[in-house]
């Protein structure tokens, strides 16, 4: 680093700059490199996603004393048995129906024909049977046809035609014959290898991968790699079984419609239902066209239509959440743009391998420190924790979709959980911004008007939800939200009747509560009051600033209960000196402080015992149970 200070400065400012380009050419070398060594990276991808599937295997096998090389190669020969057998079976079943083809032309031509009498009074509709029929006629030319006069190849133009020696020497000929069939031998040969030895070297591998990861916590490090390992075994496994499993359905099922070649579309359907999201309808494709081709009417089409639209459903809603939960723990995004990317750089086989290679990334990033951006870029978690989305949606000025997350939270817990877990959380984020001085006086009074306009909003949503209820409601981010929180504790589901508390809780609000001067305090108070209300202990809110200038309550005999609430620091002695004058104004009146932040519990009870307070709390669960156990008391 120079040291002259404007060159330090400069040099300063222009880092993020280098360090952009210079993740953007590490992209773009990675990516050449995939492109460039895909003969090399495909064989080795598949033989390390094929390990994941055979691993059970080999350790069922190893539970019964066979040693490890036997067990590999049984387990690895079996495997790439049955993949042969139906690499044969797929040959065997596409050449029959690639010679049964010139059987259905003259199916197609009268279905042709009989669409174009259909769509006769549809100008569009006609026009297109049209084209198809004449795009029909150009594909298959007529055999017997002669050139028209005047054309090349009539009797008056003649071709001419030239013989020419072929230039390609024994070694080209043999190339050009032995290439498409040494070709897809070496690949196979190279996923055999790497599989074998994959298997053979799995715990050194491991041990590599825990050097690689970071070995400073070994026992931590080594938990996440054995549950990433595990993880990613059941998954495979999981996807390959339903995945055999819906093209044996499929293939009973076109052979029940009369679809020929079942066992190709079966085969097919197994395999295309590794692509993402669009791999059932494209095995789909070729079902219907024979279909079409074979049944003079649409029976057997709309069969075949609607066996795909029911099976994959089936299999995509309802037995893949019972195997192996309700996603893959990728987004959607990161599906698609995965799918296209792999696309790309290895063509249809990459798009086969598109979801497993992404799924192994998230599970790398979820479980190795280093990685934990592509967690962030791939997966389906919310990047942001329940309360940083509330928080960064009051900056934003935007209520109403916090209003509309916390609607859907609603609907699996209770209110008093969600103020406590997420919004409390999030106004203590603003707090801080607050105190480093971060936020000017525009911005508080946005997030301070779109906090009331929350607490307001959700305060109509009726209650009447059942404690403990596991529904799931919302998107993916309320869904994680509800996961991480945990379930309502017992005290929401109490709500206290007039007739059950003692007279002098039986005012119409016998609970005061009072806020602070901070500018985030009156949202924080305001939901504690509409808690209580909601549990059957009417609240009338005040501030501090209405206090000082003289302001009181209605009725100062009716109020039982006396709840100071602070968000932001304030003086213990400037609390102290509330709490004794609450004492002097209301005689025999209970006293709560609610402290919104987390404190240890000996701590608490030091504190609650220097401010004199009846109970001091740290949330509003806390402060609810405190409330209901005095007005049961009396």
């Excluded at 044996?248 to 079942?262: K, M, Q, S």
């Excluded at 579309?265 to 197994?270: E, M, S």
């Excluded at 009447?464 to 996961?483: D, F, K, L, V």
Aim: some cysteine.
């Amino acid at each position: 680093m120079s040291d002259d200070p404007i060159t330090a400065r400069l040099l300063r400012q222009a880092m993020p700059v280098f360090t952009t380009l210079a993740s953007c050419l590490l992209v773009i070398t990675i990516a050449a490199a995939l492109y460039l060594g895909r003969d090399v990276f495909v064989p080795v991808t598949l033989a390390i996603l094929l390990s994941f599937v055979l691993v059970p295997g080999v350790r069922l096998l190893r539970r019964i004393r066979v040693p490890r090389a036997l067990a590999v190669l049984v387990v690895v020969l079996t495997a790439f048995g049955a993949l042969l057998g139906v690499a044969l079976l797929i040959a065997n079943e596409t050449a029959q129906l690639a010679s049964d083809l010139p059987r259905y032309q003259v199916t197609m031509r009268e279905k042709i024909a009989s669409l174009k009498e259909a769509t006769a009074g549809s100008g569009t509709l006609s026009r297109m049977v049209d084209m198809v029929q004449d795009l029909s006629a150009e594909l298959q030319p007529d055999p017997n046809a002669t050139p028209p006069e005047g054309s090349a190849g009539s009797l008056a133009h003649p071709l001419h035609v030239q013989i020419a020696t072929a230039k390609a020497g024994l070694l080209g000929t043999l190339g050009a014959v032995a290439g498409p069939i040494l070709h897809p031998l070496a690949t196979t040969g190279l996923i055999l290898i790497f599989t074998i030895f994959i298997l053979l070297q799995r715990e050194d591998l491991r041990n590599r991968a825990i050097r690689l990861a970071g070995s400073g916590d070994l026992r931590r490090t080594t938990a996440a790699i054995d549950d990433a390992v595990a993880r990613l075994s059941r998954f495979f496994l999981a996807q390959l079984v339903l995945n055999i499993a819906f093209g044996l359905v499929i293939g009973l099922g076109l052979w029940w419609i009369g679809v020929p070649n079942p066992i190709l579309f079966g085969v097919l359907a197994a395999i295309m239902r590794f692509v993402p999201y669009i791999g059932a309808a494209i095995s789909a494709l070729l079902p219907l066209i024979v279909a079409a081709a074979v049944d003079p009417g649409w029976s057997m089409v709309i069969a075949t239509a609607i066996l795909f639209v029911v099976v994959e459903p089936i299999a995509g809603h309802v037995v893949e959440p019972l195997l192996y939960g309700h996603s893959t723990g990728l987004s959607p995004i990161a599906v698609i743009l995965a799918a296209t990317l792999w696309a790309f750089l290895w063509g249809p086989i990459g798009l086969v391998l598109a979801t497993p290679i992404t799924v192994c990334l998230v599970v790398l990033g979820r479980h190795i420190e280093r990685l934990w951006y592509l967690d962030v870029i791939l997966g389906d978690r919310p990047a942001l924790s329940p309360p940083e989305i509330f928080y960064q949606r009051m900056l934003a000025g935007d209520p109403e979709e916090a209003i509309d997350q916390g609607r859907m939270f609603l609907k699996a817990r209770a209110l008093v959980t969600y103020y406590d877990e997420v919004v409390l959380a999030g106004l203590l984020m603003a707090q801080e911004d607050l105190s480093r001085g971060t936020l000017d006086r525009t911005r508080q009074d946005e997030v301070g008007t779109a906090l009331r306009a929350v607490v307001a909003r959700l305060g109509t949503v009726p209650a009447g939800r059942t404690i403990g209820s596991s529904a799931s409601a919302g998107n993916s981010e309320t869904s994680a939200a509800i996961a991480a929180i945990g379930p309502d504790r017992q005290v929401a589901a109490v709500v206290l009747r007039p007739e059950d508390l003692p007279a002098r809780w039986r005012a119409a609000r016998p609970v005061l509560c009072v806020s602070s001067r901070g500018p985030f305090d009156e949202a924080a108070t305001a939901m504690l009051g509409q808690i209580l209300g909601r549990h059957g202990l009417g609240a009338q809110v005040m501030s501090m600033a209405e206090l000082r200038r003289g302001e009181t309550p209605d009725d100062l005999s009716g109020i039982a209960l006396v709840c100071f609430s602070y968000l932001e620091p304030v003086s213990l002695s400037q609390i102290r000196l509330n709490v004794r004058q609450a004492r002097r104004a209301i005689p025999g009146v209970r006293v709560l402080v609610g402290f919104w932040r987390e404190r240890d519990p000996a701590s608490l009870d030091r504190l609650r015992r220097t401010l004199s307070a009846d109970v001091l709390v740290t949330t509003l669960n806390g402060a609810l149970d405190a409330a209901l156990t005095f007005a049961k008391r009396g």
